[in-house]
Structure formats: C-alpha cells, structure tokens
C-alpha cells in the first residue's frame, strides 16, 4: 500500500525488489487518493510508472480508506491473484501452449544451434514455474523467455503473480548438432 500524499519512498521501491525476487504476488493499493489534486494524481502516475513499472504483474487500485472508495475492487484483486499464484496448468495444456508459441515465432538460432521446444509442465506453485524441455535450449533468448512468458500469462490468465520460465535442456550428445 502506497501513500498518495507522501511520494514513493525508497522503502516502497526496495519492497517491491523483495517482492520480485522472492516471487510473492502482488496487489497495488496507492491509498489516500481522495485527498490529492488532479496535478498530484498525474505526477503520482507518472512516477508509478517510472519507480514501480517493473511490477506490471500486479493490478493497481487507487483507493481511500476514509471515504471507502476503491477497496471491493481491490480486495477482488487480491483474490484473483491468489488464484493465479496457486493456479494448476496442466501438462497437455502447456505443451500445446508452448508448440503453438513456436508456430507463431520461432526461437532464433544461436549460431548453428537452433533450440527446440518439445513439451512443458508446471514445476511449482507461488509463484507458477513452468519447466519447458527440449534440445539446445541453453541458446532461447531472455526475449524469447520474455515472449513465452507473456503467451502462458495470457493463456491461463495469470494476473497478479511473478511467473517463471525454466528451461531444461534434455542431454543428448547429438543435440548439439544443428537441425
Ligand atoms: N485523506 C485520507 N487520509 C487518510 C486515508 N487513510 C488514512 N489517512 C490518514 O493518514 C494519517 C496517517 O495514517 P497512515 O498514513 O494511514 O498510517 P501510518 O503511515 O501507518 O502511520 C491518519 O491521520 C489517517 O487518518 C485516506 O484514505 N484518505
Ligand atoms: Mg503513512
């Protein structure tokens, strides 16, 4: 919770480091906001997009405890993000997810080595961690990571929750070999 008279202290922004890393879901209330001006309502978006725009996982309210504003909608974000943290993606589900990921954008090739994405499943819950397995997987691009991502997010709907994409290449002393 965010104070909309106070800035975004360097507290906030250090909790918010810690929510990342440790994989908590998230939940944005920027409270007080009946007691700021339209300039101050600008300026606080502003910087919420600057200091916390890496926490766009996470759905924000602007709320106020004193008048009541904001909260049935933010209480209903916490638990849609409840969901997604505990979510279950099935394994069937997920591969078909990743190959249709692949028919649309292909993995680039990293010198000789063209990765290949043959299935996936979920490794852990809270946060969701999805294992992807195949061949030459060492070569997938943090972008590619990011786009594959960003297809499961969309697919299960996953609001509210850091995600994790793991890759685990299967060893196989010819997958070294191009395709
Ligand atoms: N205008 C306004 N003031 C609030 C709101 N919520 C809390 N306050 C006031 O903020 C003051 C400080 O409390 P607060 O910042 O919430 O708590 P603290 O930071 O934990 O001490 C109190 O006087 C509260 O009445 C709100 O939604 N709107
Ligand atoms: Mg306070």
Not at 1 to 11: G, N, P, T, V
Not at 21 to 41: M, Q
Not at 48 to 55: E, P, V, Y
Request: with cysteine.
């Amino acid at each position: 919770m965010l104070d909309a008279i106070d800035s975004i202290s360097d507290q906030d922004a250090s909790i918010a480091g810690f929510i990342v890393e440790t994989g908590r879901s998230l939940v944005i209330a920027c409270n007080k906001w009946d007691g700021v001006d339209e300039y101050r309502k600008d300026r606080i978006r502003i910087e919420l997009q600057r200091r916390l725009g890496f926490l766009n996982f996470a759905r924000l309210h602007f709320i106020s405890a004193v008048k009541k504003f904001g909260i049935g909608p933010m209480m209903k974000s916490v638990d849609e993000a409840h969901a997604a943290a505990f979510a279950k993606l099935s394994t069937p589900k997920l591969t078909r997810l990743i190959h249709e990921a692949v028919e649309k954008q292909q993995p680039p090739r990293k010198g000789i080595f063209r990765p290949k994405l043959r299935y996936a499943h979920q490794g852990g819950q809270n946060p969701p961690v999805v294992v992807i397995h195949g061949n030459a997987l060492d070569a997938v691009s943090d972008t590619y990571k990011r786009y594959l991502e960003s297809c499961i997010r969309e697919h299960f709907k996953l609001v509210g929750t850091p995600l994790r994409v793991e890759m685990r290449s299967t060893s196989n002393p010819f997958a070294k070999e191009a395709d």
